[in-house]
Structure formats: C-alpha cells, structure tokens
C-alpha cells in the first residue's frame, strides 16, 4: 500500500458529461501530480500541485482542471467528456515535488470509461 | 524534450531465466533514471532509481539496472526471473537542469512469466 487513496476506482459516464477524480496523498507529503495511462499514449504527465499551488503543467487538455486543497487533498476535474477520454488516471505524491530525484508514490488509479 | 524508449512492448521468458528489460533516453545532459513496476490493477512503484555515482544500481525484488552514459542506456536486469515477477516495467527520465518538466515515462513493457 503506497499510502496514496483515489476515489472511485471505477467510473462510467457518458460523453458530454463531466467527472471528478479524487486523491489523498500520502501524510506529510505536499506535492501532487496526476497521470494519464492509455494504451496508445502510454503514461502522460498532467499537472503537478505543491501544497495548494501550481507548479508544473504538462499535457493537459483545457477541458481539464485540477486543485489541491488546504487539507492537501487534489481533484481533477473532466469535462465535456470525449471518448478518447478513456483511460486510467493516476494520481501521485512526494514529500516535496522539488527534486529531479525525488520518487514518486502512486495510488492504484481510477479507470475511466467514456461510452 | 526528454524522451524515453524502451524496446519491446512484451517480453516473454521461462522462470529462473534472465529478464533483459531495454530503456534508452535522448538527452545531452544525463537526467536521473527510474524504473518503476506495475503489478497488475496497482499503481507504479519504485525499483530503482540512478542519480548519481555508482553506475550499477540495485534495486528491490533482485533487480538491478546499468547506466552507460556511452549508449544512453539504462537496462534493467535480474539473473533469475520469479512468477511473481510478471507486470509492466517502465523506465523514466527527470531532467537534471533547469525546465518546468517532470518525470517522463517509457511507454512501458509487459513482462510474461513462463513455468
């Protein structure tokens, strides 16, 4: 158990609509980041929080949002669903999110299917 | 950007053999270098991970991996593969100068386990 807890594990929607994930961290961990893992894409980075701030963006869609809260907990919020939204998102933590070496503790994910 | 490739999207091989798991990274600039694994319905979870010194680096489970500046190369190994060995392997890069990008991932490779 890597200490990190998403919410649902499992999500079924339509496209259209719009969901949230949602991620504990680790206690005493500040940092959160969220992944995308498909099939044909692999594992992308989304975007990075450091206790309530933005701090790093990658390939996120602007139907795509996240926050973390002053508990530390995050959410990412997905909108206008599309099929091609289908995937598994994971979400991560560490102690800082400032090192190059610092590693990284993923939850189990939530899978997301877009009919 | 940093990319990550890793040869081979499923390897198969017979228990108490050696795994040979590829990974090579573009970068002028070595970055740090992580394996992580992926049991299947869990999250990732740390291997190993090269920052710096010592080129070979050991890591949980039997594993171990070689940094070889020379070939961009950061291959995972383990002399006797186990059952409990099968999952997906990925590499991963962190840049180790300057930018805003996080830890990038090879698109992954699946490991088969045979009796």
């Known amino acids: 158990d890597s200490g990190v807890t998403q919410t649902p594990k499992h999500l079924i929607t339509a496209t259209g609509q719009r969901v949230t994930l949602r991620c504990s961290p680790r206690s005493g961990d500040l940092s959160v980041y969220w992944y995308q893992q498909s099939l044909d894409q692999g594992l992308q980075f989304l975007i990075q929080y450091y206790n309530g701030e933005e701090r790093a963006k990658g390939n996120i869609l602007e139907r795509f949002s996240a926050q973390q809260f002053p508990d530390l907990h995050s959410e990412l919020n997905l909108s206008s669903l599309e099929l091609g939204d289908s995937a598994l998102y994971f979400c991560a933590s560490s102690v800082d999110g400032g090192a190059s070496n610092e590693k990284l503790f993923f939850g189990s994910g939530t899978q997301l299917s877009v009919l | 950007a940093q990319s990550v490739t890793q040869l081979g999207s499923h390897v198969s091989v017979s228990e108490g053999a050696l795994v040979l798991l590829r990974c090579n990274y573009s970068?002028?600039?070595?970055?740090?270098l992580f394996w992580y694994v992926q049991y299947p319905n869990q999250g990732l979870q740390l291997l190993l991970k090269y920052t710096t010194g010592a080129t070979l680096v050991k890591g949980i489970n039997g594993f171990e991996a070689e940094f070889k500046k020379s070939e961009t190369s950061f291959h995972l190994t383990k002399p006797s593969a186990h059952m409990s060995d099968a999952a997906e392997y990925f590499c991963?890069?962190?840049?180790?100068?300057?930018?805003?990008?996080?830890?990038?991932f090879g698109k992954g490779t699946k490991l088969t386990v045979n009796p």
């Open positions: 970068s002028s600039v070595p970055p740090y």
């Open positions: 991963a890069v962190h840049p180790t100068q300057g930018g805003s990008e996080k830890l990038v």
